[in-house]
């Protein structure tokens, strides 16, 4: 079983950073996928960044691009998500995902395409 715990949600005032964690355990991380979504109140959940551990690859957000940058700590089986320049529109319960296996380069961005679920961390942006 796969176990996803992310951490570094807070509040934090619009244009700032904030860096979340996401630990994971029980399996061999270099062979998935791992992808930040995230859910603002009454909206769907929707995709943020992913990463393809084994090939380095990686694809965001159209809405974050240039501001959020996904990344993993293999020995650590930890994968994180910088986000700098925050707005008020960032403000969601953020979600870590993984994905069994790969298929090359390619890097995996619907909900539905990810297995393992953590519980959320919420980033409220004030204006």
């Known amino acids: 079983q796969v176990r996803l715990v992310e951490s570094g949600g807070g509040l934090v005032q619009a244009g700032g950073s904030l860096r979340l964690s996401c630990a994971a355990s029980?399996?061999?991380?270099?062979?998935?996928?791992m992808g930040w979504f995230r859910q603002a109140p009454g909206k769907e959940r929707e995709f943020v960044a992913a990463?393809?551990?084994?090939?380095?690859?990686?694809d965001y957000a159209d809405s974050v691009k240039g501001r959020f940058t996904i990344s993993g700590d293999i020995a650590k089986n930890t994968v994180y998500l910088q986000m700098n320049s925050l707005k008020p529109e960032d403000t969601a319960v953020y979600y870590c995902?993984?994905?069994?296996?790969?298929?090359?380069?390619?890097?995996?961005?619907?909900?539905?395409?990810?297995?393992?679920w953590g519980q959320g961390t919420q980033v409220t942006v004030s204006s």
């Open positions: 995902a993984a994905r069994r296996g790969y298929t090359g380069t390619y890097v995996y961005t619907g909900q539905h395409e990810y297995d393992y």
């Open positions: 029980g399996r061999t991380f270099s062979m998935y996928t």
């Open positions: 990463l393809n551990w084994s090939f380095g690859s990686t």
